[in-house]
């Protein structure tokens, strides 16, 4: 988390403090590049916008109560199903790690000996007569196959094995309805907060400023306001803005993308908004991963201080940064 204080605190203090504040700003950036390698799973680079809600504290009641509104009436539970999740009995590794590798053998004796009452149960060979979709240990501890609901309870009920059934449900990215459900739609329209006079910068692979969601601030052909104001490619060297893999994007998108349509703009089935968190905030662009999403921590510290060394030229804010 960046703060003011600790920026000026960082010219006057010692070799040690200086670390320590070094870690302070590292340790963010990497759990927001690792969570956010998570959220690259749903990335849309034509519709790269999700949402994180920043609302004050007397706001937020009304907004979270708000939310909680807009969730219900724009989340339908998921119906269409892809085969069963069987839930083992076993604890999940890592749930009992301390156990080590004899816990590990004896979950995979728990998959061959459940696979194994499964076909009996069914009459059925797996990857012959039911479809595999995968096992896991780790976090869950079960096996997914492509049998109906019936059949799980079945091997459910004449085997000691399995915990539970669920349905392996299909989800699908909801981007144009993250605003809603945080609760960050009614900032605008309630509060007058856009972003704008916000400079936000992006430590990532780059950004695309020619994306309709990044290429300006009021999605006017007619203005001459570009978001991306400011620069920096300590991989390519490059001295305008892009990305040759897309996450950057992606993030610029949830924290700052237009929509590709004026602000107080209706969406409409046609053209669905996929607003990021403060449309009317601009963007500096540091590109300190390469086109692999990857890159090293001597980039990314030279991102994170080209970024302090430059926050007066671009006006960038230190002090409200959060890190999804
Ligand atoms: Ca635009
Ligand atoms: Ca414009």
Redesign the pocket.
Known sequence: MFKRGSYEAMHKSTKGKKLNIYLNLIIPLIAMVLLLAFALANYNQKNPISSHAILNEKNLQKSSLDAEVGISAIFQPPTETKGYIIELKNEPFLKKSYLGINYKKQLDEEHLAAKQQIENILGKKINVDIKFFGEFQDTFNGITLDISKEECELVKARTNLVKACYPNLKVHTLLDKSISVTGANLAYPNFNLTGKNVVIAVIDTGIDASHESLD??????????PKVIGWKDYVNFKSMPYDDHGHGTHCAGIAAGTGGVPLGTESTQEKPIYRGIAPQAKLVGVKVLDSGGSGTFSDVIAGIEWVIQNKDRYNITLEDIYCL
Not at 216 to 225: A, G, Q, V
């Open positions: 300006d601030l009021d999605d006017s052909p007619e203005t001459k306001d």
